[in-house]
């Protein structure tokens, strides 16, 4: 059984920073990772996704260039460290993990999630 486990969330202020965690636990295949995020009345938004090797990292227009994405995979772990958080940034943030890498911007194209980590970034 695949589990994802998000930790690191937490109430910041504006311009600080925090580093998501997620582990993954029940598969033995190669497995692209994603996180999302959903704000109260928003929908699902991309955020940032990662191959397996690492080599292909793509971001969502809001995150490019405060966030970074990555994985330890001898520690079946995805990060994401979020830089220069803006009130913006407030929401519930989840972990996907999709067998097959590829549309990797639509939550529809992750098999497994976590419960996901609330972030909130006050002004």
């Known amino acids: 059984q695949v589990q994802l486990v998000e930790s690191g969330g937490g109430s910041v202020q504006a311009g600080d920073s925090l580093r998501l965690s997620c582990e993954v636990s029940?598969?033995?295949?190669?497995?692209?990772m994603g996180w999302f995020r959903q704000a109260p009345g928003k929908e699902r938004e991309f955020v940032a996704a990662?191959?397996?090797?690492?080599?292909?990292?793509y971001y969502g227009d809001s995150v490019k260039g405060r966030f970074e994405i990555s994985r330890d995979n001898a520690e079946n772990t995805a990060y994401l460290q979020m830089n220069s958080l803006k009130p913006e940034d407030t929401a519930f943030y989840y972990c996907?993990?999709?067998?097959?890498?590829?549309?990797?911007?639509?939550?529809?194209?992750?098999?497994?999630w976590g419960q996901g980590t609330q972030v909130t970034v006050s002004s």
């Open positions: 029940g598969i033995y295949s190669t497995f692209g």
């Open positions: 996907a993990l999709q067998r097959l890498f590829g549309r990797r911007r639509f939550a529809s194209a992750y098999e497994y």
């Open positions: 990662i191959s397996w090797d690492s080599a292909k990292r």
